[in-house]
């Protein structure tokens, strides 16, 4: 069984500039979450998708967006960048969205701002 | 707010026994999950309470009392690949699981 995987590993952009994340949920799991996490912070929920819709947000601005595809991989792009941006984005996938369903996580995208 | 607070950090002797606290706000909480995170790792998942009381499995244990807003994490039996980050998350909201994590308590395993 594969697990959750994420790409591209490190990625370093230039403020202004827009990015795209991928991810591939772990088999048979419909439901994906990201999160953003500061160093020294624990992650912080920025959407969740549930068979192709937005299923819930967190406290992030527009420019932060997704997709969920048919195949329930997932992007997150973000544009105009800030230094702020600059952190570990996480996808969490899990079986269905109900809370009972733990979230299996890929090992990031290390985003760096310059 | 869904502030949720835990130890920043935490020592310990390999073999000893080391619990880690987790209090939460009620308000419309569904259940919590510990995860573990080691240092440039993704978070991996270690256990989830959503009635009182108390979930074991091998080394590790987890207690939630929701009247009182509080988990903990229990380790027996230390080891040094123990040390890392150990996660509480709440999860809130409904047909959302949406996981609103602390801050992470860093856990030094020492021989």
């Known amino acids: 069984e594969t697990g959750v995987t994420q790409s591209p590993t490190h990625l370093i952009k230039t403020r202004g500039q827009q990015v795209t994340l991928r991810c591939s949920s772990q088999?048979?799991?419909?439901?994906v979450s990201w999160y953003q996490q500061a160093l020294g912070q624990g992650p912080q929920f920025i959407f969740q998708y549930y068979r192709e819709e937005e299923n819930g947000r967190g406290n992030f601005p527009p420019r932060f967006s997704g997709l969920q595809f048919p195949n329930y991989s997932s992007e997150l792009n973000v544009n105009a960048l800030e230094l702020d941006d600059s952190a570990l984005y996480l996808c969490?996938?899990?079986?269905?969205?109900?809370?009972?369903?733990?979230?299996?996580f890929g090992d990031g995208t290390r985003l760096s701002i310059l | 707010g869904q502030n949720i607070d835990q130890p920043t950090e935490m020592t310990a002797t390999e073999g000893a026994i080391v619990q880690i606290n987790c209090t939460y706000q009620t308000s419309g909480f569904n259940g919590l999950f510990w995860y573990q995170q080691h240092a440039g790792e993704a978070p991996t998942f270690l256990s989830y309470?959503?009635?009182?009381g108390l979930e074991e499995k091998g080394r590790f244990s987890s207690f939630l009392s929701r009247s009182k807003g509080y988990s903990y994490l229990l380790l027996k039996e230390l080891q040094m690949k123990d040390s890392a980050s150990y996660l509480c998350a709440a999860a809130y909201g409904g047909a959302t699981n949406k996981l609103i994590f602390g801050t992470g308590t860093l856990l030094a395993v020492q021989p």
């Open positions: 088999s048979g799991h419909n439901t």
């Open positions: 309470n959503v009635l009182d």
């Open positions: 969490a996938s899990s079986l269905d969205r109900g809370n009972n369903q733990p979230q299996h």
